[in-house]
């Protein structure tokens, strides 16, 4: 989405090291951060969100972070393991007008874990 | 099961030739929206509803139709189609709070338009 860009596009590590996706975002009243893993030939699945009102959330092996006053946010996924070989997406609710957001994607994240 | 369900799966269509595709979601959800997904450009907004007979454009309108006749139910129709829509689409719902809530994807429809 043009409100939002979200690098690198493709990202290769070895099973057991840590990958890390980031998104920057235009909007300054932007307050929800999802993120979303598609496994090839499948739906969307949302993995973890964030909220304006926090700095990070983790669970398990994926984190996210928040940077309000950069605009910026990221993924971190430890310990990578080859199911997490996925497509991911970062979005970033953006104001559309008073009261009506609208939810605004990345391009994209091809992960691939090495084994 | 809680769900979103989108058909058909797979369309292989002429350009022209009217089609709708059909999304339906048993969580009583009040929003739902239309996506399309191409390579590079994530996924992109077609036409959103915020509730029964309430609809709005998205970021890439052109060429779609919707209605909200139903909560459940929120069809796409292609009056005309052409080859630029050619694309993989994602129907989806979320709860109240709407775009600052978790989206419940369909399974999608890969639509090709000859």
């Known amino acids: 989405g043009e409100n939002v860009e979200q690098h690198p596009s493709t990202l290769s590590v070895q099973e057991g090291d840590s990958a890390v996706i980031k998104c920057t975002y235009s909007?300054?009243?932007?307050?929800?951060f999802p993120w979303y893993k598609q496994e090839l030939g499948k739906r969307p699945q949302l993995i973890i969100d964030i909220r304006s009102n926090v700095g990070e959330k983790k669970d398990q092996r994926i984190a996210v972070t928040l940077n309000k006053t950069a605009k910026h946010f990221s993924l971190h996924i430890t310990e990578t393991q080859p199911e997490d070989s996925a497509v991911y997406f970062c979005?970033?609710?953006?104001?559309?007008?008073?009261?009506?957001?609208?939810?605004?994607f990345g391009a994209g994240t091809t992960v691939t874990v090495r084994a | 099961e809680a769900q979103v369900t989108q058909n058909p799966r797979y369309l292989i269509t002429v350009t022209g030739k009217k089609l709708t595709v059909t999304c339906s979601q048993n969580?009583?959800?009040?929003?739902m929206s239309w996506y399309r997904q191409d390579p590079g450009l994530g996924l992109r907004q077609i036409y959103y509803?915020?509730?029964?007979?309430?609809?709005d454009k998205g970021d890439v309108p052109e060429g779609y139709k919707v209605s909200r006749k139903e909560k459940r139910n929120f069809p796409l129709i292609l009056e005309s189609p052409s080859p630029n829509q050619t694309s993989l689409y994602f129907c989806?719902?979320?709860?109240?709070?709407?775009?600052?809530?978790?989206?419940?994807f369909g399974d999608g429809t890969r639509l090709s338009i000859l």
């Open positions: 509803s915020m509730n029964v007979e309430v609809t």
């Open positions: 969580m009583n959800h009040e929003y």
């Open positions: 989806a719902s979320s709860p109240p709070g709407g775009w600052n809530q978790p989206q419940h």
């Open positions: 979005a970033a609710s953006i104001l559309r007008r008073s009261n009506d957001y609208k939810l605004s």
């Open positions: 909007d300054s009243a932007s307050n929800y």
